[in-house]
């Protein structure tokens, strides 16, 4: 079965910082990988997605995540986070269903 | 509003309860979903339905049991609710098993006392 890990659990930064969240999984076959954001107190939304062709992928609110198949990675960056970037931040393979890291915090000061 | 429909959003359940959460999405999606989430251990899948008539287990469905009621709609059931299980459970559809992200409902936290 799929596995993924997130290395940080929780990231502070301060306004216009550059963000990077690791993401990698474990899966021998050929996988779709995504991000979800989950704002305080609501569902988690999708940020961005990888099916297959260019791996650097863009998604909304300025993220984009790259795909490393070597190194089994799909990190997660943005040149320069805002206040409203703060969230929890989980990374998903999608194989035969979609499996979830166990999340990222992310705080952004002001 | 087209999306995913979770009720009840809030619920407090004895040990030994048993309650129904219920979801239902209109978008004509064929694969449903159960997930739970905990602290620290992001979202585990319960129970799924790929499609309307079939249900398979998830990473953690002990405790737990679904119905696929029709196309729309994908129940779960908690028949003798256990501390073990408060958590803050999300459902989620999917128009294809493959490739697209899910669209995910609000979610409904229960606290089993």
């Known amino acids: 079965a799929q596995s993924v890990s997130q290395h940080n659990h929780h990231v502070i930064l301060s306004e216009a910082a550059s963000l990077e969240l690791g993401c990698n999984y474990s899966?021998?076959?050929?996988?779709?990988l995504f991000w979800y954001v989950q704002y305080p107190g609501q569902h988690l939304q999708l940020l961005l997605k990888?099916?297959?062709?260019?791996?650097l992928v863009k998604g909304i609110k300025g993220f984009e995540a790259e795909f490393i198949k070597s190194k089994f990675s799909f990190n997660l960056r943005k040149p320069s986070v805002q206040w409203s970037d703060t969230a929890e931040y989980f990374c998903?393979?999608?194989?035969?269903?979609?499996?979830f890291g166990a999340g990222t915090r992310l705080t952004v000061k002001p | 509003n087209a999306g995913v429909t979770q009720t009840p959003k809030f619920q407090v359940l004895k040990t030994g309860q048993s309650m129904t959460l219920q979801c239902a999405q209109d978008?004509?999606?064929?694969?449903m979903y159960w997930y739970r989430q905990d602290p620290g251990m992001g979202l585990r899948l319960i129970y799924y339905?790929?499609?309307?008539?079939?249900?398979d287990k998830g990473e953690v469905p002990n405790g737990y049991n679904v119905s696929r009621l029709n196309k729309r709609e994908f129940s779960l059931r908690l028949e003798s609710a256990a501390p073990s299980q408060t958590s803050v459970y999300f459902c989620?559809?999917?128009?294809?098993?493959?490739?697209?992200?899910?669209?995910f409902g609000s979610g409904t936290r229960l606290t089993v006392v």
């Open positions: 998903a393979v999608n194989a035969r269903d979609m499996r």
């Open positions: 899966y021998g076959g050929t996988v779709n």
């Open positions: 990888y099916f297959s062709g260019d791996p």
């Open positions: 978008m004509n999606h064929n694969s």
């Open positions: 339905s790929a499609s309307e008539g079939t249900t």
């Open positions: 989620a559809s999917i128009e294809r098993g493959y490739g697209d992200g899910y669209t």
